[in-house]
């Protein structure tokens, strides 16, 4: 499979825990980024980033939120301490490196479900 | 604030119909603008993009743009059944590595 790959698919957390979400992007895509789409609401993008670099972080809460990409691995994004309002579809996106426009195809998305 | 506007439906077309969905978007510095396909439950999947002015078609799908009035387009043609989704239209607001998105428009096709 040659696509963007996500896992889990589906993520059940209580209150106070904490989720990790990792993303691979698609083979020979080197620029990840991350969306969120809270229920009955559009997607928002949270962080770009490429290896071992953050790129932009302006979507990405302030607090209990972080994401890295490092040199080896897939892209993690973390959310500490969960809460209920963090229950939503969390989509990595993929592009490839130089010369825009950046086509960003998504991966099949982790459910976040907080109880 | 940068937006993108979508009427969110539902747009219900007849099996065979042209459908036509359409997206504003507020930053006059946007440069690439694309089209994606949502199912219930499912991933966006990437249909189109376009940055010039004009019609760009690929298949059934024709985008279209017009960056004076800050509009953008997607026509299917001979829409069928399969083509009911939600549309998102996206708009590259951070120079090639934010989309913002629209709340997407439903569409339904009828037999």
């Known amino acids: 499979n040659a696509g963007v790959m996500q896992n889990p698919r589906h993520l059940v957390r209580r209150r106070g825990q904490e989720a990790r979400l990792r993303c691979s992007p698609m083979?020979?895509?080197?620029?990840v980024y991350w969306y969120r789409q809270l229920p009955e609401e559009g997607l928002k993008f949270m962080v770009y980033l490429q290896k071992e670099n953050i790129i932009d972080e302006s979507g990405m809460p302030k607090e209990r939120f972080s994401a890295e990409f490092p040199k080896e691995g897939p892209s993690i994004l973390r959310i500490q301490q969960v809460v209920r309002g963090d229950s939503a579809a969390y989509f990595c996106a993929s592009s490839k490196a130089g010369g825009a426009p950046y086509e960003q195809y998504f991966g099949p998305g982790t459910r976040l479900t907080v109880t | 604030q940068k937006e993108v506007e979508q009427n969110s439906g539902p747009l219900s077309v007849p099996e065979g119909a042209i459908a036509s969905l359409n997206c504003t978007y507020s930053d006059r510095g946007s440069q690439s603008f694309f089209w994606y396909r949502q199912y219930s439950g499912k991933s966006p999947e990437l249909i189109m993009f376009?940055?010039?002015?004009g019609d760009k078609e690929d298949g059934r799908f024709t985008a279209q743009l017009n960056k004076a009035s800050q509009y953008v387009s997607l026509l299917i043609r001979d829409s069928q059944p399969s083509d009911s989704a939600t549309y998102l239209c996206?708009?590259?607001?951070?120079?090639?590595?934010?989309?913002?998105f629209g709340t997407g428009t439903q569409l339904k096709v009828e037999l």
């Open positions: 376009i940055y010039s002015n």
């Open positions: 996206a708009v590259d607001t951070g120079g090639g590595n934010k989309l913002t």
């Open positions: 083979k020979g895509h080197s620029h």
